[in-house]
């Protein structure tokens, strides 16, 4: 048998050895060592790798395998002590500090060492740790891979926020002539669409002879993302071939901007293309849908998924946009038929029926799906208590809406400029006047001016004037040039005959030039 035969037998063999179940780590690692000699060409099969692979399956700490290795006297192999800092970084919870200090202990650190600590600072520490480390790889004279930048990019990606931190990155690219290369092209073009500099994705994307599918995307997408859907879909109509993705981008592009019914145009193209649209596709024109209020081309998309049953498989989405599409279509029959169907229910599922209960004026029926929510032991969260209270609200349960209001500790949520809003809403329009303002005085945030307002139309359907005058000052104070607040004060005036007091406002609003809001009426 010659050499090279009998490395790849003995590889086999302690390859198997080393991850046999039965065997301790310090065993494993002890016939590793007598085989160091001969195994050293890395691999799939290597066993350091089988070894790290079963510790992480058996929950062992990255401590106690570094410790037999350190045992053996592997450490002293970097290919081996890669390995570690990398274990460091899969094992839950990543204790990023002691991948540090295991990198620091490897005397020549090779460039897929150097790319492990990147990624896993990054993504378990901070981006700027990732970003850091990379320099730090180039002041110790360590050639970054193009895998390298890519990386170091995707670090970029996660910041989010540091443009200069991209721009220092893209420097470097440039410096080592990397720019031209698809994949690090197409990395920076995502890094700064992530960072909402389009301006530098364009010039990018302009530029370049050699662009893909993964180019255009996300061209289109960030454009979108941004509301200029003016440029996603110039950029659409360009496109030499286009991928789902592409086609999901636009639709999405127009959803997010409210233009609803280019989104449904653009999905009937889909169709004609002969690709399938996925689950992202359905939900963005599920919400088209529900927007306009188009029940046929809702009901349209529901037969669809009905039909193909792997769409069926992820029916929690789905089946939570269905819901929101039927309930603001006023089908809450239908809404709830889809919500029953549904196998497995997540918070956010239980959130749009309860809310589409309270929108259709089923104000109980929200209430107690709330309390079943509950009793099956799903957990709400902040969206939920908005819901429940708008419910209460429209429903005028007094009672059960503060009590509701008050178990929002029991989850540990701090009740939000909603939930206040929601509650002083509820006791507004039962008459609770005084309450209600007591509400939002004492609310530890500023309230929004939409909430002082509605406080204001209560009082004038309560005809109240005594809070309705000291909600109205505090209107004006925050907002002098709305016209909409002066006809609000003029009407609670109006209401009682205060005619002298309801001109003057009127008055007011002449002589400081402010114009009367279309939609905004003087109660004559």
Not at 33 to 41: A, E
Not at 56 to 66: A, D, G, N, T, V
Not at 99 to 112: E, L
Not at 373 to 399: D, K, W, Y
Request: hydrophobic share 40%; aromatic share 8%.
């Amino acid at each position: 048998m010659d050499n090279k035969a009998m490395h790849a037998r003995t590889l086999r063999s302690f390859s198997r050895i080393c991850f046999f179940p039965k065997f301790s780590p310090s065993l494993s690692l002890a016939l590793y060592s007598v085989s160091s000699n001969f195994i050293r060409k890395p691999n799939l099969n290597h066993p350091i790798l089988r070894l790290a692979q079963h510790a992480q399956e058996q929950l062992l700490h990255p401590k106690i395998l570094h410790s037999h290795v350190i045992t053996t006297g592997l450490m002293k192999d970097t290919f081996t002590a890669s390995r570690i800092v990398e274990f460091c970084f899969k094992f839950k919870p990543v204790d990023a500090q002691y991948a540090r200090q295991i990198f620091n202990s490897i005397d020549q650190p090779d460039v897929y060492t150097w790319n492990i600590m990147i990624i896993g600072l990054a993504e378990s520490e901070s981006p700027q740790s990732g970003v850091d480390h990379f320099f730090q790889m180039l002041y110790r004279k360590t050639k970054p891979t193009d895998y390298t930048f890519a990386l170091v990019v995707k670090a970029c990606i996660i910041c989010k926020n540091d443009l200069a931190m991209g721009f220092k990155v893209h420097g470097q690219m440039l410096k080592h002539g990397v720019e031209d290369l698809l994949i690090i092209k197409n990395s920076l073009i995502k890094m700064y669409c992530g960072m909402g500099c389009l301006e530098g994705a364009q010039l990018l994307f302009g530029k370049s002879m050699n662009l893909d599918l993964i180019s255009w995307n996300s061209m289109i997408s960030a454009y979108g993302k941004h509301g200029d859907v003016k440029s996603a879909r110039s950029i659409f109509d360009k496109m030499p071939e286009r991928s789902l993705v592409s086609w999901s981008a636009m639709i999405d592009g127009y959803v997010r901007r409210g233009d609803y019914s280019e989104a449904l145009q653009l999905f009937d193209g889909l169709q004609g293309s002969g690709l399938k649209p996925d689950v992202v596709t359905l939900v963005s024109v599920l919400k088209a849908s529900a927007n306009l209020g188009a029940l046929d081309q809702g009901r349209h998309i529901h037969f669809y998924i009905e039909e193909n049953k792997h769409l069926k498989e992820v029916n929690v989405i789905l089946g939570t946009a269905l819901v929101d599409m039927y309930a603001k279509c006023g089908c809450i029959k239908e809404a709830l038929d889809v919500f029953h169907g549904c196998n497995e229910r997540d918070v956010i599922l239980w959130n749009s029926m309860i809310s589409g209960l309270a929108l259709n004026g089923n104000g109980k029926e929200a209430v107690e799906l709330f309390r079943r929510m509950r009793s099956q032991g799903m957990i709400p969260n902040e969206s939920t208590f908005v819901s429940v209270l708008s419910a209460c609200t429209h429903a005028g349960l007094v009672h059960e809406g503060k009590r509701i209001f008050l178990s929002m500790k029991d989850y540990g949520i701090d009740p939000q400029l909603e939930h206040y809003g929601c509650l002083s809403d509820l006791l507004g329009r039962v008459g609770l006047l005084e309450e209600a303002l007591e509400v939002l005085t004492n609310m530890p945030m500023e309230p929004k001016a939409s909430q002082w307002g509605a406080l204001l139309t209560a009082c004038k359907n309560h005809n109240n004037t005594e809070v309705g005058e000291r909600v109205g000052k505090r209107l004006i104070e925050m907002e002098p040039h709305e016209g909409k607040r002066y006809v609000q004060f003029f009407n609670l005036y109006a209401g009682v005959q205060r005619w002298s007091d309801a001109m003057e406002m009127r008055n007011r609003m002449e002589e400081k030039g402010i114009k009367k809001e279309n939609g905004c009426s003087f109660i004559q």
